[in-house]
């Protein structure tokens, strides 16, 4: 099938000179004069390449480019300028268009550009053809997953990463924001570059400028010696700043001149430099509610959101927890044992039915966990972190609390007591089918506590326990 081009240009004779040059090439041609217009196109036509002008009547290609390219399988975008906008031309590849072409053009060259520009776009829908069937569609690098979110995240993620524009990635604590950012990075024109990563909310206010800025020797009590700070050390590579709502307001400011003019100085120190980081932001907040309430600078937040990633939490995308769970447990068991774990089903069923509210950084946590206490070849119930067991034995919980376990009274304090204990861990162990490890969990105890009561109790005629 013939590829399809659209034009998006206000001018009407514009638009007809293009039609009829590509036309006769065979492409299907379609036209918009509005970016609404432009936006519904995309949405329902494969579009391969888009030929934007800079300048249309109320709006501007060239803020418009950055959601273009952005979408799931882009279109190769090539930007109309006037002649001697070449400034304009270079903002816009930085941007992520794939190239621009000067009014007034030659017919030919705007043949040429088109048709490198299909070229382009058929070359990257087939490597990511490629990578689907070599992956199963399931990871992008180290980020795990096949759900609709996921597969959407990463379409994005390779989209954004072929330009420079500022992506702010969102999502609650323990999603993966770091790990997006990386990625964006590996797949950036700025790769070979440093990626240099700072934790807005981990150090004091006070502190963040010179982290960020460096600072000269004397500059303020302690500084016994010139700092480089992160801008700096990130030149020609990605800088991400992790958890920026935490920022204050005076360095919010310092931040943006930095993004608009890419100047700066150490504190303490007179000599601007320069920084050309491409800039990944990432927050658990949400900026736009702290820009209402004055907490956090306006003008800021839509330089830094040009692109947006929302990260969703791990209990919207239980389906790739499996997944995620034999990823770290392989990664795990290649770290520090000598033989891959297997898990076991009891141990896996607890795991998919808890909430993870500490995302996927508490799964990788209880999955090394357990690899490491894992006494033999498998991982299984007892080695599980105890906020997870409590959560897949809620149920049987629930049902021991509402039988009832009668004392007579009048009876001896401690033989009452005693009499208590030994009615509660059977109702426990029948709950458990005699499985120690489960019972200890409902219990709330250590199997080897369990293991002594029962012995004191009298109870191991009574059962036919297991492990």
């Not at 982290?211 to 590579?237: M, N, P, Q, S, V």
Request: net charge neutral; aromatic share 6%.
């Amino acid at each position: 099938m013939a590829a399809s081009i659209l034009i998006v240009d206000d001018e009407a004779a514009a638009r007809y000179g293009m039609r009829r040059a590509l036309e006769k090439e065979g492409y299907r041609i379609h036209e918009a004069d509005t970016v609404s217009k432009a936006n519904a196109l995309l949405r329902s036509e494969p579009i391969s390449v888009v030929l934007l002008d800079v300048r249309l009547a109320t709006e501007s290609g060239l803020d418009y480019l950055p959601s273009v390219v952005s979408n799931a399988n882009a279109p190769s975008v090539i930007i109309i300028t006037a002649h001697g906008s070449e400034r304009i031309a270079v903002e816009a590849i930085k941007k992520g268009a794939f190239d621009y072409l000067a009014k007034p053009f030659d017919v030919e060259e705007l043949r040429i550009q088109v048709r490198n520009a299909v070229a382009s776009h058929s070359l990257r829908t087939e490597n990511e053809q490629l990578r689907k069937e070599l992956t199963g569609g399931n990871s992008l690098g180290r980020l795990i997953g096949s759900s609709s979110a996921m597969r959407k995240t990463f379409s994005l993620i390779e989209r954004v990463a072929q330009t420079e524009v500022n992506v702010l990635i969102t999502g609650e604590s323990g999603t993966g924001k770091e790990e997006v950012a990386r990625e964006i990075h590996a797949r950036s024109r700025v790769s070979s570059g440093p990626f240099v990563a700072v934790n807005c909310a981990a150090m004091p206010l006070e502190l963040i400028e010179s982290e960020l800025f460096g600072h000269e020797k004397g500059a303020f009590t302690g500084a016994a010696g010139k700092r480089i700070g992160k801008f700096e050390a990130a030149h020609d590579g990605s800088l991400f700043l992790d958890e920026i709502g935490d920022m204050g307001l005076e360095t919010q400011a310092k931040v943006l001149r930095v993004i608009e003019d890419k100047h700066f100085q150490r504190l303490g120190s007179n000599e601007t430099l320069v920084s050309n980081a491409r800039l990944i932001s990432a927050t658990n907040q949400k900026l736009e509610k702290l820009a209402e309430q004055g907490k956090f600078r306006e003008d800021l937040y839509y330089r830094l959101c040009v692109v947006q990633i929302e990260l969703p939490p791990l209990r919207d995308r239980k389906s790739d927890i499996p997944a995620l769970i034999e990823s770290f447990t392989n990664r795990f068991s290649l770290a520090y044992r000598s033989a891959p774990l297997v898990m076991s089903k009891e141990a896996l069923k607890a795991l998919l039915e808890y909430d993870w509210p500490g995302n996927i950084r508490q799964l990788k946590n209880s999955i090394e966990r357990a690899v490491v206490l894992a006494e033999n070849e498998q991982i299984t119930l007892d080695v599980l972190p105890q906020e997870i067991l409590g959560k897949s034995l809620k149920s049987k919980e629930a049902e021991i609390s509402n039988d009832s376990i009668v004392v007579t009274v009048g009876d001896d304090f401690k033989d009452a007591r005693k009499e208590f204990e030994r009615r509660y861990i059977e109702k426990c162990l029948e709950r458990s089918s005699g499985n120690i490890t489960r019972a200890a969990a409902i219990l709330g105890i250590h199997r080897q506590s369990l293991q002594q009561k029962i012995k004191e109790l009298g109870l191991t005629k009574r059962f036919t326990l297991s492990e």
